[in-house]
């Protein structure tokens, strides 16, 4: 089965150019229904930095889920500062039905191993909820919709997975939570790496085969999704799609796309 990712210029009406990419992949009635409750997660690292999903895509998914009886923008504690103070960024979304989550504050967790620890994640990141993974567009082998999982561990101390492996780490963390149901790149910006330096691309990635998703934003950022070790795992686990040759990119053309990027960031490189 080709798995399917939409890729669309991300326009002034980001609620439209969201609606337009998720009709691309075939909608989400399963997923936006009055029975369901959707756990956002927003990939935030630093809430002092502007390198996350803007509040105009945040708004345009919350828009998205018109029938959920609660979303919850979730996000958990780092070294750099609580959860809920991470969320703040979306403070204008909030309201009875849109309610920020600390994933690192809810006693009611279960436990999986990841690696070789067992880690009490909050329960409402397990099915029937919905997990949406929000993260931005960027050109870093560890991917962004994958990588945003680490996320989900409560506590502050994250770094250490990265000497277990990461890439099983991720994997590990996919197939406990039961996977993502929907992965949204938000293209306002392009970041390089670690998130040092941004071009403005305006594009939105959409899908529902969250590695998929990482194939796609890697190969447009001049990647190889070969060389990524984490979609490799997560192909080799059967937990998505790796090969862009099975990848329908619908939408804006990929190699339109990916030689305007690439242009944007040679640009970037000779200015220093």
Known sequence: MVSKVALVELKKDACRSLEQAIELIGGVDDLNTSKRTVVTKLGVFDHRHKNHATVNVVSAIVDS???????????????????????????????????????????????????????HFSSVLFKPNVLVSVHVLRGWEAGSALKNLLGLIPDRKKARFHKKGLAKVLTDIYEGVGGIDLAVLDGTYAYMGMMSNRIRTNLILVGRDATAVDAVGGTLMGLEPKKMPVVQEAVRRGLGEGDMKRIEVVGYPLEEARAKVIKLLEAQRKKG
């Open 65 to 119: 889920f018109d029938r959920a009886p609660r979303i919850l923008l979730a996000e958990a504690d780092n070294y750099r500062g609580t959860g809920s103070e991470r969320l703040k960024i979306w403070k204008k979304l909030f309201n009875e039905r849109v309610v920020p989550f600390s994933l690192s504050d809810d006693a009611n967790t279960r436990e999986f191993k990841v690696v070789d620890e067992g880690i």
